[in-house]
Nanobody
Framework: QVQLMESGGGLVQPGGSLKLSCLAYGSTVVNIKNMAWYRQAPGKQRELVAGITGRGTVYDDSVKGRFTISRNSALTTVYLQMNNLKPEDTAVYYC????????????WGQGIQVTVSS
């Protein structure tokens, strides 16, 4: 089993930056292949923001050039550096992970609020 714990959310002004972190732990954490960040804004469906696999990274078009996903060398922590934040980035951000090399989200974190507002 794998558990995920997010940190780093909060309130930031438009144009500002935040860095989210997600720690993966549990009995099968060594089997994790892929990790990702999703977000869900009020009244909207959850959407993929960025993912990182053994084959590289993927980003939603709305965050390309502004957000960067990365992992530590032990592959137990995933980060999301968010720059030039916009009000439309306001959402609950969820960390996800998978032991399946063809999946991004077999495990989910509880979510963390990011609010972009002046």
């Amino acid at each position: 089993q794998v558990q995920l714990m997010e940190s780093g959310g909060g309130l930031v002004q438009p144009g500002g930056s935040l860095k989210l972190s997600c720690l993966a732990y549990g009995s099968t954490v060594v089997n994790i292949k892929n990790m990702a960040w999703y977000r869900q804004a009020p009244g909207k469906q959850r959407e993929l923001v960025a993912g990182i696999t053994g084959r590289g990274t993927v980003y939603d078009d709305s965050v390309k050039g502004r957000f960067t996903i990365s992992r530590n060398s032990a592959l137990t922590t995933v980060y999301l550096q968010m720059n030039n934040l916009k009000p439309e980035d306001t959402a609950v951000y969820y960390c996800a992970a998978s032991e399946n090399p063809y999946s991004l989200n077999d495990y989910w974190g509880q979510g963390i609020q990011v609010t972009v507002s002046s």
